[in-house]
């Protein structure tokens, strides 16, 4: 445990973040002192001898001057717990969610060379997380070549599933009846009618459409047939991007598949998490791995062409050989994209409560595990396209986003880098309004993640959106 003094409040959260990274390193309690004066930032360990560094002065730019007054007090405090707790960690004292936004922001200022330079003497970010980092940034090059001024995303969130996971932290129900499905769905539809008339009335083109959850197969085929049919009313959907997560693999039937291919759909994902059935027992996943091998037969032969298949490093119990097991299956089944992820042992889960019971792989099993996914990915000819870090990860690791060349998910790197607005429908649901410049400015709105009380709100929902997105 750090337990961190400082003249500069504004930066406590900030600096506790940095603390974390250290959670997991065997360090005894230590009280640690980071102080801000006019032009250096000074931490230091009780005990241990300081760490200082300057802090340049940046004229009539308040919001750059806290940027750096920031980077170099978490830097600093980075440098003296490495002093007592020496350890390796990936993303060396980085704690944000997009390390690539950094670094294309680092680039777009000091140039490339320097921006590479910093990642790795600066921030102390490993060769190997800073080569992906940059290879990340030039394959999304293109992605943002396209992006319009008036570009915008739309993602629909479907807050039900069918069991639920032992690591999970989303606000996703599980659905028991019928009629909370119906009832929801006849709301949803008034937010997606709502939200068309702000897209038309701003004269927003459509980037790509992305529903998500919870699971939306966890709607009849006539539920989800009624939902998607209103969205093609509602948005020009014409040959872009539009995605559904078909998610859990036990929701997945030839009817289903029909609906989401007839209406346009262009894009799904089949998530088995791993391969291994004892493993999908633990953790509560009421599927098999043969149930994921049968609806990837199913969405081939309902034709579609490009597929997601999401996984997770660090699952409770697992080993290198049953993550080199999963990832043996899911080369046999051929993926368009692939996610991997880093399990994140999230506070409000069930899993945060279980941890004296449940053994997790340590930091060096995750490690090995993203390396062997990295090797299967690129074995398939897919190419790391987005990525992102959260907190209470195994490692201090991170999710990655593979694809083929030409597959990379345009909704996943745009809503991850904070390039393009979204307009988001559904429970729990996130709006977001991006002002670029120099400094990226996004404003959010966030609907209620209960269901009652978004049903209740949707009217103002509707103004505060409409106050957004019609400035």
């Given at each position: 445990?750090?337990?961190?003094?400082?003249?500069?409040?504004?930066?406590?959260?900030?600096?506790?973040?940095?603390?974390?990274?250290?959670?997991?390193?065997?360090?005894?309690t230590?009280n640690?002192?980071?102080?801000?004066?006019?032009?250096?930032?000074?931490a230091?360990?009780?005990?241990?001898?300081?760490?200082?560094?300057?802090?340049?002065?940046?004229?009539?730019?308040?919001?750059?001057?806290?940027?750096?007054?920031?980077?170099?007090?978490?830097?600093?405090?980075?440098?003296?717990?490495?002093?007592?707790?020496?350890?390796?960690?990936?993303?060396?004292?980085?704690t944000?969610?997009?390390p690539?936004?950094?670094?294309?922001?680092?680039?777009?200022h000091?140039?490339e060379?320097?921006?590479?330079r910093?990642?790795?003497?600066?921030?102390?970010?490993?060769?190997a997380k800073?080569a992906?980092?940059?290879?990340?940034?030039?394959?999304?090059?293109?992605?943002?070549?396209?992006?319009?001024?008036?570009?915008?995303?739309?993602?629909?969130?479907?807050?039900?599933?069918?069991s639920?996971?032992?690591?999970?932290?989303?606000?996703?129900?599980?659905?028991?009846?019928?009629?909370?499905?119906?009832?929801?769905?006849?709301?949803?539809?008034?937010?997606?009618?709502?939200?068309?008339?702000i897209?038309?009335e701003?004269?927003?083109?459509?980037?790509?459409?992305?529903?998500?959850?919870?699971?939306p197969?966890?709607f009849?085929a006539?539920q989800?047939?009624?939902?998607?049919?209103?969205?093609?009313e509602?948005?020009?959907?014409?040959?872009?991007?539009?995605?559904?997560?078909a998610?859990?693999?036990?929701t997945?039937?030839p009817?289903?598949?029909?609906?989401?291919?007839?209406?346009?759909?262009?894009?799904?994902?089949?998530?088995?998490?791993?391969?291994?059935?004892?493993?999908?027992r633990?953790?509560?996943?009421?599927?098999?791995?043969?149930?994921?091998?049968?609806?990837?037969?199913?969405?081939r032969?309902?034709?579609?062409?490009?597929?997601?298949?999401?996984?997770?490093?660090?699952?409770p119990?697992?080993?290198?050989?049953?993550?080199?097991y999963?990832l043996a299956?899911?080369?046999?089944l051929?993926?368009?994209?692939?996610?991997?992820h880093?399990?994140?042992?999230?506070?409000?889960?069930r899993?945060?409560?279980?941890?004296?019971?449940?053994?997790?792989p340590?930091?060096?099993?995750?490690?090995?595990?993203?390396?062997?996914a990295?090797?299967?990915?690129r074995?398939?000819?897919?190419?790391?396209?987005?990525m992102?870090?959260?907190?209470?990860?195994?490692?201090?690791?991170?999710?990655?986003?593979?694809?083929?060349?030409?597959?990379?998910?345009?909704?996943?790197a745009?809503?991850?880098?904070?390039?393009?607005?979204?307009l988001?429908?559904?429970?729990?649901?996130?709006?977001?309004?991006?002002?670029?410049?120099?400094?990226?400015?996004?404003?959010?709105?966030?609907?209620?993640?209960?269901?009652?009380?978004?049903?209740?709100?949707?009217?103002?929902?509707?103004?505060?959106?409409?106050?957004?997105?019609?400035?």
């Amino acid at each position: 445990m750090i337990q961190i003094e400082t003249n500069a409040p504004r930066y406590t959260n900030d600096l506790a973040e940095v603390a974390r990274l250290f959670d997991n390193v065997q360090c005894a309690t230590r009280n640690a002192q980071c102080v801000l004066s006019e032009n250096v930032a000074v931490a230091w360990i009780d005990g241990y001898p300081s760490v200082t560094l300057p802090i340049p002065k940046i004229e009539n730019d308040p919001w750059e001057q806290k940027r750096q007054e920031k980077r170099a007090l978490k830097r600093c405090l980075y440098a003296a717990l490495q002093a007592v707790c020496p350890t390796e960690l990936p993303w060396g004292s980085l704690t944000g969610i997009r390390p690539t936004a950094l670094l294309r922001q680092l680039g777009e200022h000091y140039g490339e060379a320097e921006a590479l330079r910093m990642f790795r003497e600066d921030f102390d970010v490993s060769a190997a997380k800073t080569a992906l980092a940059r290879e990340i940034c030039a394959v999304q090059g293109p992605l943002w070549n396209s992006l319009a001024p008036n570009s915008l995303d739309v993602y629909i969130g479907i807050p039900y599933c069918r069991s639920r996971c032992l690591y999970c932290s989303f606000g996703a129900e599980v659905s028991r009846r019928a009629g909370e499905l119906n009832a929801y769905l006849r709301f949803l539809l008034q937010d997606i009618a709502a939200g068309a008339a702000i897209v038309k009335e701003g004269g927003y083109i459509l980037r790509a459409l992305y529903i998500g959850g919870g699971t939306p197969t966890v709607f009849t085929a006539e539920q989800l047939r009624v939902l998607l049919s209103a969205v093609r009313e509602a948005y020009d959907i014409g040959g872009r991007e539009f995605t559904v997560e078909a998610g859990r693999p036990d929701t997945i039937t030839p009817e289903k598949l029909r609906v989401l291919c007839d209406t346009g759909v262009t894009r799904i994902s089949v998530n088995p998490q791993t391969m291994v059935d004892a493993t999908l027992r633990r953790i509560g996943r009421a599927h098999s791995a043969e149930d994921t091998r049968r609806a990837m037969s199913d969405a081939r032969a309902a034709g579609f062409t490009h597929i997601n298949m999401d996984i997770i490093a660090g699952l409770p119990g697992e080993t290198i050989a049953d993550m080199e097991y999963t990832l043996a299956a899911i080369r046999a089944l051929h993926p368009e994209s692939l996610t991997v992820h880093t399990l994140a042992v999230k506070r409000s889960s069930r899993l945060k409560e279980q941890l004296e019971i449940t053994p997790l792989p340590d930091a060096n099993t995750a490690t090995q595990m993203l390396q062997a996914a990295d090797a299967a990915a690129r074995g398939l000819g897919l190419l790391p396209y987005y990525m992102y870090r959260q907190k209470y990860m195994r490692g201090s690791l991170e999710n990655v986003g593979y694809a083929l060349p030409g597959h990379a998910c345009l909704y996943n790197a745009d809503m991850m880098e904070e390039t393009s607005s979204v307009l988001a429908h559904g429970a729990g649901a996130m709006s977001k309004r991006v002002f670029p410049g120099r400094d990226v400015r996004v404003e959010r709105i966030p609907n209620p993640k209960d269901v009652g009380t978004y049903c209740g709100k949707l009217a103002e929902l509707d103004r505060r959106k409409r106050a957004l997105f019609l400035l």
